[in-house]
């Protein structure tokens, strides 16, 4: 069985950092892409950006420069580096082995995420 851990959020002000980790078990970690995704209150889950399993990125136009995502195969580990942070980052992040590297659909189950406010 899959299990996704997400950790790492908090609540942080205008231009600060959080360094948010989700671990992964239960699947081959290092021949799957991994993504961040995120849920701000009274939206749809969307999809912040995608690492392939040869380190290709891709980020969504609103966290491109600010967000860095890498990965540690040695530790069925994702991370999302999360900088200049504003109050419209505000949400519950999640991460997934996407479906596609263009829409919002993922492959497993989610699991509880981890809360990300922004605010001063």
């Known amino acids: 069985q899959v299990q996704l851990v997400e950790s790492g959020g908090g609540l942080v002000q205008p231009g600060g950092s959080l360094r948010l980790s989700c671990a992964t078990s239960?699947?081959?970690?290092?021949?799957?892409?991994m993504a961040w995704y995120r849920q701000a209150p009274g939206k749809h889950r969307e999809l912040v950006t995608v690492i392939g399993f040869g380190g290709s990125t891709k980020y969504d136009d609103s966290v491109k420069g600010r967000f860095t995502i890498s990965r540690d195969n040695a530790k069925n580990t994702v991370y999302l580096q999360m900088n200049s942070l504003k109050p419209e980052d505000t949400a519950v992040y999640y991460c997934?082995?996407?479906?596609?590297?263009?829409?919002?659909?993922?492959?497993?189950?989610w699991g509880q995420g981890t809360q990300v406010t922004v605010s001063s």
């Open positions: 997934n082995v996407p479906r596609s590297w263009y829409s919002n659909d993922a492959v497993f189950s």
């Open positions: 239960g699947m081959i970690f290092s021949t799957n892409a």
